[in-house]
T-cell receptor, first 115, second 110 residues
Framework: EPEVTQTPSHQVTQMGQEVILRCVPI?????FYWYRQILGQKVEFLVS????????KSEIFDDQFSVERPDGSNFTLKIRSTKLEDSAMYFCASIDPGQSLRPQHFGDGTRLSIL | DAKTTQPTSMDCAEGRAANLPCNHSTISGNEYVYWYRQIHSQGPQYIIH???NNETNEMASLIITEDRKSSTLILPHATLRDTAVYYC???????????FGQGTTLQVKP
């Protein structure tokens, strides 16, 4: 079964540095999402992306965050100047709009640790 | 905020049915009930969804009450690998965001 893949599985970064998290959604999927999960807390929506633009974003997704689909396969989340509180699991998800009621398919996440 | 209420945790004996309840008393007519689970710290995994009829797939069954204010996810023969956090989510079933609550931590015991 096709999968959403995320790299790296674990990223350690110094506070203030830029970080890019990468996702390869399932090939025929057209809607893309980023979620995050701080340790011990619930999964939170960050942003949705369709047709090369942001469809919706949460309050968490401030000016330090950006998303991009630089080519036909990758979907990236950039954090411009990381803070300690950005430490979390980041999950990418995608949807096949042709699939009935469109369940979201999630990757296994990138664990981001800010030092 | 999540529109659903679930028990924080449940135990189930291996091989027995696990019945996970969910209250969604404010569900709208166009909203579906989705169930996802998260094993350890992996990404959430889609299980099943329904509108008003009961549904069954290879993973689970979903029973939705007639008034649609609550539902139950049934894992018919729970295994140790079913130990996970189970999330009940109501959504219009379009391409919008999922709003996760705290979910139910199901512990399947030998």
């Amino acid at each position: 079964e096709p999968e959403v893949t995320q790299t790296p599985s674990h990223q350690v970064t110094q506070m203030g540095q830029e970080v890019i998290l990468r996702c390869v959604p399932i090939s025929n999927h057209l809607y893309f999402y980023w979620y995050r999960q701080i340790l011990g807390q619930k999964v939170e929506f960050l942003v949705s992306f369709y047709n090369n633009e942001i469809s919706e974003k949460s309050e968490i997704f401030d000016d330090q965050f950006s998303v991009e689909r630089p080519d036909g396969s990758n979907f990236t989340l950039k954090i411009r100047s990381t803070k300690l509180e950005d430490s979390a699991m980041y999950f990418c998800a995608s949807i096949d709009p042709g699939q009935s009621l469109r369940p979201q398919h999630f990757g296994d996440g990138t664990r981001l640790s800010i030092l | 905020d999540a529109k659903t209420t679930q028990p924080t945790s449940m135990d189930c004996a291996e091989g027995r049915a696990a019945n996970l309840p969910c209250n969604h008393s404010t569900i709208s007519g166009n909203e579906y009930v989705y169930w996802y689970r998260q094993i350890h710290s992996q990404g959430p995994q889609y299980i099943i969804h329904g509108l008003k009829n009961n549904e069954t797939n290879e993973m689970a069954s979903l029973i939705i009450t007639e008034d649609r204010k609550s539902s139950t996810l049934i894992l018919p023969h729970a295994t140790l690998r079913d130990t996970a956090v189970y999330y009940c989510i109501v959504s219009p079933g379009n391409t919008g965001k999922l709003i996760f609550g705290q979910g139910t931590t199901l512990q399947v015991k030998p």
